[in-house]
């Protein structure tokens, strides 16, 4: 069993930055593909970026292109989202999920292992 642990969610001002952070622990020796998602109140929960399991591939939503970095550690048991510009739309419980996986390229799921999201308000 892998646990997955999200951090660095809070409340900012529109085009201000925040860094979302993820860990694993458990069976985390294995190789994770692991990717971001996010749901907005009242909507359904969506893909927003994925990376593979040495790093080398990153994968975006439209919405975050451009604004969102993710990226991960050496050790490939965590990862971060860089989140720059952020708007009022980005709104929503980020949630970090992770996949056993050697793909050379990210996809945006299916996943097996998901944190309990960390919650982003950004204010107009």
């Known amino acids: 069993q892998v646990d997955v642990v999200e951090s660095g969610g809070g409340l900012v001002q529109a085009g201000d930055s925040l860094r979302l952070s993820c860990a694993l622990s458990?069976?985390?020796?294995?190789?994770?593909?692991m990717a971001w998602f996010r749901q907005a109140p009242g909507e359904e929960r969506i893909f927003i970026a994925a990376?593979?399991?040495?790093?080398?591939?990153?994968l975006y939503a439209d919405a975050v292109k451009g604004r969102f970095t993710i990226s991960r550690d050496g050790a490939k048991v965590s990862m971060s989202l860089q989140m720059d510009s952020l708007k009022p739309e980005d709104t929503a419980v980020y949630y970090c999920?992770?996949?056993?996986?050697?793909?050379?390229?990210?996809?945006?799921?299916?996943?097996?292992?998901w944190g309990q999201g960390t919650q982003v308000t950004v204010s107009s």
């Open positions: 999920a992770a996949q056993v996986s050697f793909a050379k390229e990210p996809f945006t799921g299916p996943y097996d292992y």
């Open positions: 458990g069976h985390a020796s294995s190789p994770y593909a």
């Open positions: 990376i593979n399991w040495i790093g080398t591939s990153t």
